[in-house]
């Protein structure tokens, strides 16, 4: 238990459907507060639903865990309730530390005192000491970088500045656990480097982290392990590029179901995509030498559609290697097939996606639709492997 | 490095062991209570172009009111043993503690909006700081006593030293009603309302603004609010209290009420961030 930071076992939270209820649960839970009962909180009321059901993970010192999923999956609960703020209906949640969230920016900041005086009201409200603020203020002055207006009323911020204070203070706030809720979707590039620097180093510093984000590519790049929830359980626990991949599977299948039931809510939509090898088979796995020929199948509601086909390879985060467009052209209402040759693979042995699309123009500006499938090389001995680099190609030396 | 344990009836499951965690949470937000109130405080004045002076305003004008009702012969309130203004100006000082203490801090959890479902504090903190607010305003009013005390030319008894004192059962009372309302009126919004009608109607049914009279003392000795109200009066004026065994019974069951509150609202409290 030594090394455990974060323990969650089964871990539940409901909530109720209507106002009416709210307010009639609400007064029951307390009215059995004050008389010692204790509620049966593993079942559910009239009107109630799991919002969290049975999530489970154990994290050691230092170790960041990421929890991605739709909206309404039950992520931000699941932080609410590491954070303390919802107590778990079913399941408990061992801690050990201090617990610190980059969750709301500048709560408790009132818009009629200055930046300083903010500071520490917000600081106090985070749990730091008045002797903890002196000594880091002028830490925090500088990180937020408001210059002169740290002495006039907040409500005279601009809501970066706003935003960068807030999160100057949090961030100063030294927690052994660290959650953070999607709150870097506000403020500018540079902003966001300096916040995900200095996550970065509480990281390497022991801090344990929990992210709950939509963005994959912070996921991607803060996070090694990946919890994906969809509608309260854990729909997979692992590395982040299979969770982001199935989070993918996840929201096309939800796609496949409306347009199933004759909902779409895309004109154009790509509902397959297939790799052949030289005998026309379908395969999963193709080797550098082969050419690559790709198959989409499309369903397209309108008329008079055009757009440009694109068939995208990219390593499993999603980083982009080799882009083809086949150009603008019409499209045909109804089902089709667009085919595609590549005239040879040239990538170095791995796991990969390709990716299928159409688009407006080449440009890109707007993406129709795009499915990716996960695509494996395999190396063969006439096109050496290098660790160095995604391709490999033929290559003839001569020496004089 | 504590160790954090959340499950389903945790504080329930405590039993007694929870009240020297709850008077441990409490030592350690008062600098939280501190700038939460500097906070309110600041921010409302700033406002204001004659700042905390508004406070005194109010209770001028119902003096001068009453003073005036009084001399036209249409309100006939009777020897009180003092100017009638500085009789009034007690009382209502008083009365306001518990009144503006109550209605504040029933909002107190409301007015914290989003504050509380994403930031993980102690609640208390908002409802003490709130009655803060209330006990300044008291200080305040009680500054305006002294003074008045010049202008009319009266000396109090030596009972004024334990005036402080004898107020104490009127704060703790406000305090343990005031956790209770922010509960429930979290969940329930009329109960602002509720509260803002029952503290109008409350006081005319005890003796802030007149003085206890003998024959109708029925319905004095069933309202507990009354000998927390009538007694610092008392001291001033006569040096002691008319009535030592009513004002005991009272201040016993404020400070029984606030214990009992106070611990319901630890329980309850986790209940708040997802009903509110």
Known sequence: MA????????????????????????????AGNIFGKRAKTDLLRENEFWAVDGVSFKLEK????????????????????????????????????????????GAGFHPMLTGRENIYVNGAILGMRKKEIDKKFDSIVDFADIGDFLDSP???YSSGMYVRLGFAIAVHSQPDILLVDEILAVGDAQFYKKCTNRIDEMTSQGTTMVLVSHNMWLIQSMCQEVILLNKGKVVKFGRP??????????????????AAEGKESKFLVITGIEVRDSGGEVTGEVDPASPLNVSARYHCRDDKVRGSFFIRLTTPDGYPLYTAHSGVNDLLKGEGTVTARILSVSLVGG??????????????????????????????????????????????WNFE | MEDILYEPNKYLKMGVAIWPRMFRELAGSRELIWRLFIRDWSARYKQTALGYIWTIVMPFIAIGTFMFLNRAGILNIGPTGMPYPL?????????????????????????????????????EALVFAST???????????????????????????????????????????LGLSLILSLINGVLRDTANIVTILTMFLMFLTPVLYPVSTDKSILFKLNPLAPLVTAPRDLIVHGRINDPVDFFISSVLSFLVFFICWRVFYIAKTKIPERV
């Not at chain 1, 455990?4 to 209820?21: D, Q, T, Y």
């Not at chain 1, 991605?68 to 050990?96: C, E, H, Q, W, Y």
């Not at chain 1, 993406?367 to 290098?386: E, F, T």
């Open chain 2, 132 to 174: 803060a607010q209330a006990v300044f305003e008291f200080l305040v009013k009680s500054a305006l006593i002294i003074v008045f005390f010049f202008v009319f030319r009266f000396v109090p008894s030596w009972g004024i030293i334990l005036f402080p004192l004898a107020v104490i059962p009127m704060l703790v009372l406000t």
């Open chain 1, 62 to 105: 230092g170790e960041r865990l990421g929890i991605i999923g739709p909206n309404g999956s039950g992520k931000t609960t699941v932080l609410k309730m590491l954070n303390g703020i919802f107590m778990p209906d079913k399941g408990r949640i061992a801690m050990s530390g201090r617990v610190g969230a980059l969750i709301q920016v």
């Open chain 1, 154 to 156: 907040v409500r005279h």
């Open chain 1, 241 to 258: 590029s299979e969770c982001i991949y199935e989070y993918s599977k996840l929201d096309e299948a939800e796609e496949a179901k409306k």
């Open chain 2, 87 to 123: 009789f009034a100006l007690i009382g209502l000082a008083v009365w306001q503690l518990f009144a503006t203490g109550i209605n504040s801090g029933c909002n107190s959890i409301v007015t914290a909006g989003s504050m509380i479902s994403k930031i993980n504090f102690p609640l």
């Open chain 1, 351 to 396: 796991e990969y996606r390709l990716w299928a699309g159409v688009s407006d123009t080449e440009k890109e500006t707007s993406i129709y639709d795009a499915k990716q499938i996960k695509l494996d090389v395999r190396p063969i001995a006439s096109y050496p492997d290098s660790k160095r680099g995604f391709f490999v190609n033929k290559v003839d």
């Open chain 1, 3 to 30: 090394n455990v930071s974060i323990n969650a076992e089964s871990i539940g939270k409901k909530f109720s459907k209507s106002l009416k209820h709210v307010m009639l649960y609400g007064l029951q839970d307390i």
